[in-house]
Structures are given as structure tokens and as C-alpha cells.
């Protein structure tokens, strides 16, 4: 989700559940013995950094999953990082009855934190994999994001990333070595945050899931419809469903009770499939000139609603860079990465909205560098999609 730039701000992560054992805090305790849960098919762990202008939408988002789980068959286990403005984070768990009655309960309660530190949130993934033990996991990010733009450089949006605690963000290599530390292989990552289906966030985390489903473009303040999302869990391609639930609530028709149009995006992204597509954007862009006519941006599709622009169509601009018969292998290997993709043709509301032309929209988002961008240019080298593909005219 976006900071509040527009109309309505975006945001977003979600899941929880519990197992056994006395738990102790090193920050405030609230051990208790706890019956030992049975080890399920799946555990959902949301991941909700809402210590910012989103904690409102908290509990609603809550009551939502709450909602989902009543809905559902069979139980899974759903476990959560909360962190919400004026309240220490909390990890909580959510669980079914079996008969559609959904308890809530605080498992453990810590002293006001920067929940994305680096070793605290790995030790809260591998804690509520060691509580939930299962076959499958699915990791919900929720909160503020920006694709990969760095946390640490004074830029145009002065919040981004992944990620936000009051004044702290996370680097996106940050959050793969997370990811990675943790010791967990997730089914799918889910963004609930803005802007975060990027060719260079998905290629950095490719080896922590199978899949990644996000939106290239904003997500709307209230985020992901969870009551839908919670029982598509059920379904034999979990990510295709969730992300069948989310273009089906965001299907551009009019929300009275939102008072606007109901417009957004969202992809499935093959995690296999993004090293062959880096090993075609770099034959194919080998012999590029290290430095292109920047006016080409003016005609790519944007997918940030900002005065200033750093985020494209990543098929947009192939094309636009090398022409439709040299974007051709590009776009063959581009359409291998979806296991799915959505959009409505438009994305916001009145002078700020943007146009999501079908016939040009290949769902993830990429960066053009711009030479006056050189703090965002000189940090972008160093993300592993510009170390293996060297693709960029980069200055």
C-alpha cells in the first residue's frame, strides 16, 4: 500500500494460528500453557506493519479474515505480527472450531519494537512455523510499499519500499535475506501493499516461494477482500484463487459504500519461470547503447500516479526499447512468468488516475532509469536483476 498521496492510501499483509508450548517473551511475558495443536495442511502467517496512517484498517481487516475462516470447510492455521499505531505489536492467532465459530487470542505481547528489524521479524516467521507446523505456507505481507526503491536515500516519496514502522522501512534485499534466514519455502508470498508485482522484487525473492501475488499498481486503503480470500485457501491452485478473489472484488464497478470505483490490478508470478526471462532480456539487450533518448518514457505505460515517475510496464518497455520484433522473445518468455493476471483498464479516480491500455499492459511492473535519478540508479546495480540481466541503458 501507498502513503497517503491520493485520494485514498493502500497497504497490506495477512494469517495466523497456534501450536503448543509455554510461551515466554523477552520483552513482556505472557507465557501460558497451551494445549498442542494438530499439524495441519497449511499455515497462513500474515505479517501486518500498520504502525503508520493504515493501522485504522486493522481490525476490519481482522474481522474479515475472521469472517473468511468461518466460511471455510476445514480449518488452517492463521498466525499474526500486529503492529498498530499506540499499541505494543502483538502476535495473535485466529483459528476455527470446525463448526464456523472463529476465536481470537493474543499468544504473546512485545515491547514497542521496529517490527521490521531484520532478526526480529525472522524470528517471528520461524516461531510461527515451529507453533504451526504444516505441509504448506503462505506468507501475507500487509502494509506500505513501493517495490524496490530503497529505504535509506532521500527520494520524491519519502515512504516506500516494503514496509512501514512510524520511520522505518525495509529494503527489499533486506526482506529476502529475511525470507531466507527464516528457513521457510512459502506456496506463495502475498502482498497486501502497494505497487509490489515489480520484475526486480519478484527476481529477488524467487527463491523463497513459488509464486508471488501482488499488484503492480496502488492498492486501495481497505486492502485485500480477505472474506473471499480466506476460503479461494481451499482451492486445489491457492494463488490463482486468491488472486481470481481480489480481481473479482476490484472489478471497476462503483462501491457505494467506498464511494468510488472499484478499480485494480493484480498478478500471479511464476517464481521458475523469472531466470529464463533474465536470461532473454539479457540476449536480447546486450547490444543496447549504454545511454537511450530518455523521451521514451513519456510513452510508456506508468503505473505510479506520482508528479514524478520511476515505475513501468515492464513489457511496455521492451517494446518500446527494442522495437515489437525484438521485444517478441522478451514478451514469449514475459507471458511464461503469469500462472495469472487481471486488471481493469482504468486505476484511481479523476486527474490522477492512469490508464491500463489491455492491448499494453503485461502486469509487472518495471524501473527506467532517468539520469537525473542517480541515487535510485547506483542502489538499483546492486539488486540481482540488474546483476543478471545488465539489461539497462544504467548511467
Given at each position: 500500500m501507498l502513503f497517503d498521496i491520493r485520494p485514498l492510501n493502500m497497504k497490506h499483509l495477512f494469517f495466523l494460528l497456534i501450536a503448543s508450548l509455554l510461551i515466554s517473551c523477552d520483552k513482556q511475558d505472557v507465557a501460558r500453557e497451551r494445549a498442542e495443536l494438530p499439524s495441519l495442511d497449511l499455515t497462513c502467517i500474515i505479517y501486518m506493519v500498520g504502525d503508520n496512517n493504515l493501522s485504522s484498517n486493522i481490525e476490519s481487516n481482522i474481522n474479515a479474515i475472521k469472517s473468511g475462516l468461518g466460511k471455510m470447510s476445514h480449518s488452517v492455521n492463521v498466525i499474526a505480527l500486529v503492529d498498530k499505531s499506540g499499541t505494543n505489536p502483538q502476535l495473535l492467532a485466529l483459528r476455527q472450531d470446525g463448526e464456523g465459530n472463529v476465536s481470537r487470542e493474543v499468544l504473546r505481547e512485545y515491547d514497542e519494537t521496529n517490527v521490521l528489524?531484520?532478526?526480529?521479524?525472522?524470528?517471528?516467521?520461524?516461531?510461527?512455523?515451529?507453533?504451526?507446523?504444516?505441509?504448506?505456507?503462505?506468507?501475507?505481507?500487509?502494509?506500505?510499499?513501493?517495490?524496490?526503491?530503497?529505504?535509506?536515500?532521500?527520494?520524491?516519496?519519502?515512504?516506500?519500499?516494503?514496509?512501514?514502522?512510524?520511520?522505518?522501512?525495509?529494503?527489499?534485499?533486506?526482506?529476502?535475506?529475511?525470507?531466507?534466514?527464516?528457513?521457510?519455502?512459502?506456496?506463495?508470498?502475498?502482498?497486501?501493499?502497494?505497487?509490489?508485482?515489480?520484475?526486480?522484487?519478484?527476481?529477488?525473492?524467487?527463491?523463497?516461494?513459488?509464486?508471488?501475488?501482488?499488484?503492480?499498481?496502488?492498492?486501495?486503503?481497505?486492502?485485500?477482500?480477505?472474506?473471499?480470500?480466506?476460503?479461494?485457501?481451499?482451492?486445489?491452485?491457492?494463488?490463482?484463487?486468491?488472486?481470481?478473489?481480489?480481481?473479482?472484488?476490484?472489478?471497476?464497478?462503483?462501491?457505494?459504500?467506498?464511494?468510488?470505483?472499484?478499480?485494480?490490478?493484480?498478478?500471479?508470478?511464476?517464481?521458475?519461470?523469472?531466470?529464463?526471462?533474465?536470461?532473454?532480456?539479457?540476449?536480447?539487450?546486450?547490444?543496447?547503447?549504454?545511454?537511450?533518448?530518455?523521451?521514451?518514457?513519456?510513452?510508456?505505460?506508468?503505473?505510479?500516479?506520482?508528479?514524478?515517475?520511476?515505475?513501468?510496464?515492464?513489457?511496455?518497455?521492451?517494446t518500446k526499447l527494442l522495437g515489437e520484433d525484438g521485444a517478441a522473445p522478451v514478451k514469449e518468455a514475459l507471458d511464461a512468468v503469469f500462472r495469472y493476471r487481471h486488471s481493469t483498464p482504468t486505476f484511481g479516480v479523476g486527474s490522477s488516475a492512469i490508464d491500463l491500455d489491455p492491448s499494453r499492459y503485461t502486469g509487472i511492473g518495471c524501473y527506467v532509469p532517468r539520469m537525473s535519478y542517480t541515487g535510485w540508479n547506483n542502489y538499483y546495480k546492486t539488486l540481482q536483476w540488474f546483476e543478471d540481466t545488465r539489461h539497462l541503458p544504467i548511467y
Open positions: 528489524d531484520t532478526a526480529f521479524m525472522a524470528s517471528v516467521l520461524r516461531e510461527a512455523a515451529e507453533m504451526c507446523p504444516a505441509t504448506h505456507y503462505v506468507l501475507d505481507l500487509w502494509s506500505h510499499g513501493m517495490g524496490w526503491l530503497p529505504a535509506d536515500l532521500p527520494f520524491y516519496p519519502t515512504q516506500r519500499w516494503f514496509g512501514q514502522d512510524e520511520g522505518a522501512y525495509m529494503d527489499i534485499k533486506d526482506l529476502a535475506g529475511v525470507l531466507q534466514s527464516s528457513g521457510l519455502h512459502y506456496d506463495f508470498i502475498m502482498f497486501d501493499a502497494c505497487l509490489m508485482a515489480t520484475v526486480e522484487v519478484a527476481y529477488e525473492l524467487r527463491r523463497s516461494a513459488d509464486c508471488i501475488v501482488a499488484s503492480p499498481i496502488e492498492v486501495w486503503e481497505m486492502g485485500f477482500p480477505y472474506s473471499t480470500i480466506m476460503p479461494a485457501l481451499e482451492r486445489e491452485d491457492r494463488a490463482v484463487a486468491v488472486a481470481e478473489a481480489y480481481a473479482a472484488y476490484y472489478d471497476g464497478e462503483y462501491s457505494s459504500s467506498y464511494g468510488i470505483e472499484m478499480t485494480g490490478a493484480i498478478s500471479v508470478i511464476d517464481c521458475a519461470a523469472l531466470e529464463h526471462l533474465a536470461e532473454v532480456v539479457r540476449c536480447q539487450t546486450e547490444a543496447l547503447s549504454p545511454v537511450y533518448d530518455e523521451s521514451i518514457v513519456n510513452d510508456i505505460m506508468r503505473f505510479d500516479r506520482n508528479n514524478y515517475h520511476y515505475l513501468y510496464d515492464f513489457g511496455d518497455y521492451m
